[in-house]
T-cell receptor, first 115, second 114 residues
Framework: GAGVSQSPSNKVTEKGKDVELRCDPI?????LYWYRQSLGQGLEFLIY????????KSGLPSDRFSAERTGGSVSTLTIQRTQQEDSAVYLC?????????????FGEGSWLTVV | QKEVEQNSGPLSVPEGAIASLNCTYS??????FFWYRQYSGKSPELIMF????GDKEDGRFTAQLNKASQYVSLLIRDSQPSDSATYLC??????????????FGQGTILTVHP
């Protein structure tokens, strides 16, 4: 696609429910990143994929968070048993190692509200 | 010590002035440096990237990198009210345990007043 696509754009869920957030990176981009941004805060790194493997999962906040990527393309971030502190915007980004600067492009984010 | 540190601001400058945004980083192995702009409620958008020591200019924006001092800055000349946003510094390391990781600072809020 032309840009990084994320869905849903907005999600309101009840505490304790599971949610899945989807990211479709720019076509041909091998690297994919998930970040979280709480209101008024900076970007918190969650996980990075190179192809289908995740060399860096260091940012996942707890075992309630997991992510996968299949076919070197679409990625899903799953949050189990959501808590109110999970409310944030979840940003996905992708990059191609071959491009100048390994420029990383962001999607518009998935805004999650846990009530 | 945070990996990437920015002055949180807010930084307020009058229209037409030069805005100077600063960033320091802790990992000497970092290779690429990025400045992103983020408007409220929007995702970050890339302004500039820089690899080499010195200055890189693009229109009203100039990025400056000093690897010895582990310092990168962004200058915005002729600041406009539309430049009012949060500016995020990001540092990329493609080797070692931080392979492929882009680490962001907390951002500096810039306000350009007419």
């Amino acid at each position: 696609g032309a840009g990084v696509s994320q869905s849903p754009s907005n999600k309101v869920t009840e505490k304790g429910k599971d949610v899945e957030l989807r990211c479709d990176p720019i076509s041909g981009h091998t690297a994919l990143y998930w970040y979280r941004q709480s209101l008024g805060q900076g970007l918190e790194f969650l996980i990075y994929f190179q192809g289908n493997s995740a060399p860096d999962k260091s940012g996942l906040p707890s075992d309630r968070f997991s992510a996968e990527r299949t076919g070197g393309s679409v990625s899903t971030l799953t949050i189990q048993r959501t808590q109110q502190e999970d409310s944030a915007v979840y940003l996905c980004a992708s990059s191609s190692r071959g491009t100048a600067g390994n420029t990383i492009y962001f999607g518009e984010g998935s805004w999650l509200t846990v009530v | 010590q945070k990996e990437v540190e920015q002055n949180s601001g807010p930084l307020s400058v009058p229209e037409g002035a030069i805005a100077s945004l600063n960033c320091t980083y802790s990992d000497r192995g970092s290779q690429s440096f990025f400045w992103y702009r983020q408007y409220s409620g929007k995702s970050p958008e890339l302004i500039m990237f820089i690899y080499s020591n010195g200055d890189k200019e693009d229109g009203r924006f100039t990025a400056q990198l000093n690897k010895a001092s582990q310092y990168v800055s962004l200058l915005i000349r002729d600041s406009q009210p539309s430049d009012s946003a949060t500016y995020l510094c990001a540092v990329y390391n493609a080797g070692g345990t931080s392979y492929g990781k882009l680490t962001f600072g907390q951002g500096t809020i810039l306000t350009v007043h007419p």
